[in-house]
T-cell receptor, first 112, second 113 residues
Framework: GESVGLHLPTLSVQEGDNSIINCAYS??????FIWYKQESGKGPQFIID?????DKRQGQRVTVLLNKTVKHLSLQIAATQPGDSAVYFC???????????FGQGTELSVKP | NAGVTQTPKFRVLKTGQSMTLLCAQD?????MYWYRQDPGMGLRLIHY???????AKGEVPDGYNVSRLKKQNFLLGLESAAPSQTSVYFC????????????FGPGTRLTVL
């Protein structure tokens, strides 16, 4: 049936600080995880991904950490900037036709 | 190339009307997906396609139909729109399972009155 809309978790940080966004995933069989950024009025944009044979991966200003023991994923953004303000979604690929399962999302707000 | 495009960008329907949303990609991707996104929620998969001429149901397929007659296009149809289908619809595609990152279109905002 239809799900009721929920208020997104929010994270407010000061410009220049580091941000950490957390996500719990559901399926222990999932072997690929992605973080997406979605700005208002736009589609999700790929940020960084990680496979289950890794526990850490770094990109430009972003790091993803994977803890398979507790099925937890986190996104760290270094030196957060106003342009980082968006909703961030984690997604897991559970090996079923390339389908992704999305988390609820976290709204990041950066204060100047 | 244009990536993933969607038409229309906005649409308002009355209950019971029908419409088709078009998704097009010019990246020669095999897999295509239709999602809906409701306020405060993540994306939920409606239908998907693993290649031309094939479609499969996702998490919330009821009230929607899809077709993939051409590899580059994936159509989402609403035969009899209901207010519960008011949402933002996103299309996505991937080259194949070896390249898992999904590329998303800009979305279609649909309101059913």
């Amino acid at each position: 049936g239809e799900s009721v809309g929920l208020h997104l978790p929010t994270l407010s940080v000061q410009e220049g600080d580091n941000s950490i966004i957390n996500c719990a995933y559901s399926n222990s069989a999932s072997d690929y995880f992605i973080w997406y950024k979605q700005e208002s009025g736009k589609g999700p944009q790929f940020i960084i991904d990680i496979r289950s044979n890794m526990d850490k991966r770094q990109g430009q200003r972003v790091t993803v950490l994977l803890n398979k023991t507790v099925k937890h994923l986190s996104l760290q953004i270094a030196a957060t900037q106003p342009g980082d303000s968006a909703v961030y979604f984690c997604a897991e690929n559970n090996n079923q036709g390339g389908k992704l399962i999305f988390g609820q999302g976290t709204e990041l707000s950066v204060k100047p | 190339n244009a990536g993933v495009t969607q038409t229309p960008k906005f649409r308002v329907l009355k209950t019971g009307q029908s419409m088709t949303l078009l998704c097009a990609q010019d990246m020669n991707h095999e897999y295509m997906y239709w999602y809906r996104q409701d306020p405060g929620m993540g994306l939920r998969l409606i239908h998907y396609s693993v290649g031309e001429g094939t479609t499969a149901k996702g998490e919330v397929p009821d009230g929607y139909n899809v077709s993939r007659l051409k590899k580059q296009n994936f159509l989402l149809g609403l035969e009899s729109a209901a207010p519960s289908q008011t949402s933002v619809y996103f299309c996505a595609s991937i080259l194949g399972l070896a390249a898992d990152t999904q590329y998303f279109g800009p979305g279609t905002r649909l309101t059913v009155l």
